[in-house]
């Protein structure tokens, strides 16, 4: 398997994440783009 995006938050450690965690934010890599063609279009993803 292989990484089709990064996850980026305040949080740099696990151990200090919060129990209902924190915001984020995910970067998808640009080669994974077109994958998110109409995905508004679905209700569950």
């Known amino acids: ?3 089709i995006a990064v996850v980026r938050c305040a949080v740099r450690d696990s ?3 919060p129990p ?3 915001p984020a934010r995910l ?3 640009p080669q994974y783009e077109p994958g ?3 995905l508004e ?3 569950h993803i």
Do not use: C, I, W
């Open 1 to 3: 398997m292989n990484p």
């Open 15 to 17: 151990k200090a994440m």
């Open 20 to 22: 209902l965690g924190v």
């Open 27 to 29: 970067e998808l890599f």
């Open 36 to 38: 998110l063609y109409r």
């Open 41 to 43: 279009k679905h209700s």
